[in-house]
């Protein structure tokens, strides 16, 4: 079946560590978003991929890192920086861009230990 | 920055009636988008209206878009349990290579 794995489900951090959020797509799409939820808010776009090796910030950047090296593959990392992380990540993806639907990944709750 | 705003931010119906939910943004769009949200998970896309259109439909749900007003709603009719959810509005702004979503409403449909 294709579709977006993101992992894992649930991961905790600790105070001054980084932390890595996978997301994975067999859909051969070209475009790839992560997006901040907090509780009972819309959702934030933190960086977007259109293409292999390129990325954008989107709204909330700091305090996080991407990179983009395969094209099935957008890791996030949550740096230390992020002083409030504590948050449901959710990986998007889409055939080109945003003028078409997203495909999205379960999501990844983010706590603070 | 928030582009669509949804209206109202919960609503709480009887199974069978119909739900409304409503949609504005602010800046010229190249389409609109809603989305439903189960409690914990990811998103899923429901339907898709282009700036050219005026109204579509999908199944129970009707979706009409109003460029004047920059406006949109969404129709659910004969609502049913598993309805229950967040539906969110989501608009691209013309130029723009990002989706940028509202905050939505949480609609539950009571047996």
């Known amino acids: 079946d294709g579709g977006i794995t993101q992992s894992p489900k649930y991961l905790f951090r600790k105070e001054g560590q980084n932390v890595t959020l996978s997301c994975e797509q067999n859909l051969n799409h070209d475009a790839m978003y992560w997006y901040r939820q907090d509780p009972g808010q819309g959702l934030r776009l933190i960086y977007y991929?259109?293409?292999?090796?390129?990325?954008q910030k989107g709204d909330i950047a700091e305090g996080y890192s991407v990179s983009r090296e395969k094209k099935e593959s957008f890791p996030l990392t949550v740096t230390s920086a992020q002083k409030n992380p504590t948050a449901f990540y959710l990986c998007?993806?889409?055939?080109?861009?945003?003028?078409?639907?997203?495909?999205f990944g379960s999501g990844t709750q983010l706590s603070v230990l | 920055s928030q582009q669509g705003e949804e209206d109202p931010q919960a609503l709480s119906i009887q199974e069978g009636e119909n739900a409304t939910m409503n949609c504005s943004y602010k800046?010229?769009?190249?389409?609109l988008q809603w989305y439903r949200q189960n409690s914990g998970r990811g998103l899923v896309h429901l339907i898709l209206?282009?700036?050219?259109?005026r109204e579509k439909h999908s199944g129970r749900l009707r979706v009409t878009l109003d460029t004047s007003k920059k406006s949109s709603s969404l129709l659910i009719t004969a609502s049913r349990a598993a309805d229950t959810a967040s539906y969110f509005c989501?608009?691209?702004?013309?130029?723009?290579?990002?989706?940028?979503f509202g905050q939505g409403t949480r609609l539950t449909i009571n047996p």
């Open positions: 991929s259109q293409i292999v090796n390129d990325f």
């Open positions: 989501a608009t691209d702004g013309k130029g723009a290579q990002k989706l940028v």
């Open positions: 998007a993806s889409s055939i080109q861009g945003a003028n078409e639907k997203l495909f």
């Open positions: 800046t010229s769009i190249n389409n």
């Open positions: 209206i282009r700036s050219n259109e």
